[in-house]
Each structure stands twice: as C-alpha cells, then as structure tokens.
C-alpha cells in the first residue's frame, strides 16, 4: 500500500506564510510527478502547482510568484512553501502523487488526505 500525508496547514493572516509537506510512504518503486491541489467549499477543485522528478515546475497563475514547490526524491516529500497569502487562499489542500507501484503497476494515481489552510484575519 501506498500513503500520502500531508502536514503544515493551519491558520494564518492574510499576508504570512505556510509551508505544506506530503510525504509518501509504503511499498513502491518510483515517484514520478507529485502536484498540489485545493478545494475551497462549493468550489471544484483546482491545480495548484506540480514537479516532475526531474524538479520541472509547473504553476497556477493565482499563485505564480507567491508559491515555491519543491520535493526532495530521498525522503519521498513534497513542500509547499505559501507566501503572501490571501483569504482567496483558503481551502483544503490535496497532495497527488503518480507512482510506480510495481513492473505493471506503473504511473498509479494517489490521493492524501488533505490539510486545512485557512487565511483570516
């Protein structure tokens, strides 16, 4: 079995700073890209940022220029460092991660289970 956790949300004023870490743990061969999602209630779900293995970036233009992705391959986590946030920014952030499971098991889609980030004054 394969588990992500994220941690590191929590509550903030507009204008600080979080940083979220999703660490995938369990039995499997490779991580491939790892990518952050959130979902604000009554909203559908968005794409936030993602890296390949190789550590290519891809952001969401809400967020360019204010959230850093990053992930260290030996430790199996992803980072999500949030600055300057904003009470637009609030939602359930999500971790995905596609992984190699086995030889036929590959590219598999995995889920946390989210973390709660909230920006109020």
């Known amino acids: 079995q394969v588990h992500l956790v994220e941690s590191g949300g929590g509550l903030v004023q507009p204008g600080g700073s979080l940083n979220l870490s999703c660490e995938a743990s369990g039995s499997f061969r490779t991580i491939w890209t790892m990518g952050w999602y959130r979902q604000a209630p009554g909203k559908q779900r968005e794409f936030i940022a993602d890296?390949?293995?190789?550590?290519?970036?891809n952001y969401a233009d809400s967020v360019k220029g204010r959230f850093t992705i990053s992930r260290d391959n030996a430790k199996n986590t992803m980072y999500l460092q949030m600055n300057n946030l904003k009470p637009e920014d609030t939602a359930v952030y999500s971790c995905n991660a596609k992984i190699s499971v086995s030889m036929i098991l590959r590219n598999q889609d995995y889920w946390g289970q989210g973390t709660q980030v909230t920006v109020s004054s």
């Open positions: 890296i390949s293995r190789g550590l290519s970036t």
